[in-house]
């Protein structure tokens, strides 16, 4: 097994089953997660914050399934200007959280209070290489600072945690 997933949709744990074999897949709640306390020294979460209810519960879970030396990649949409009703009609599991940096660096480093924090910005890219120099960050992603210009499309944080 090279790694774990947990979403809350079936279908969409039905469609990892077929076709991610090489892992375990869990349908489950992100504010009640179905792994071990400090089982992780990688965690990946995208595009999952603004959909939950209780960020808190949410946190809090991150932390307990993470090392003392894990690094974890969360990412959520940058200052989305959100029209609940609207988001009701068109999505299974709408956006019911918005972010801007001072809400979300305050929410993570609460949770994290002895870890590191590298920001990113993640806009669209404009031209798409088709072999990547690894050793640069992604097309469309650059580190964010706050007094930069222009909000980037989703702000993604790198938390590293080193053992105490």
Do not use: W
């Not at 959280?97 to 660096?105: L, P």
């Not at 222009?150 to 790198?158: D, E, F, M, Q, S």
């Amino acid at each position: 097994v090279d790694y774990f997933s947990c979403e809350i949709d079936r279908h969409a744990v039905e469609y990892a089953k077929k076709y991610y074999s090489n892992a375990y897949h869990f349908q489950g709640d992100a504010q009640n997660l179905p792994f071990k306390n400090n089982q992780f020294g990688l965690i990946t979460s995208f595009e999952t914050m603004e959909h939950l209810p209780k960020v808190e519960s949410y946190l809090k879970e991150l932390s307990r399934i993470s090392t003392e030396n894990a690094t974890l990649f969360i990412s959520v949409p940058f200052e989305e200007d959100l029209d609940i009703n609207a988001q009701k009609n068109r999505k299974s599991y709408p956006h019911v959280q918005s972010f801007d940096f001072n809400r979300f660096d305050s929410l993570v480093s609460s949770h994290f209070p002895e870890a590191s924090f590298d920001y990113y910005g993640q806009n669209q890219p404009k031209n798409v290489i088709d072999t990547l120099d690894i050793s640069t960050l992604p097309p469309g992603i650059e580190k964010y600072d706050e007094d930069s210009n222009g909000a980037p499309r989703t702000l993604i944080v790198k938390i590293s945690q080193s053992e105490t």
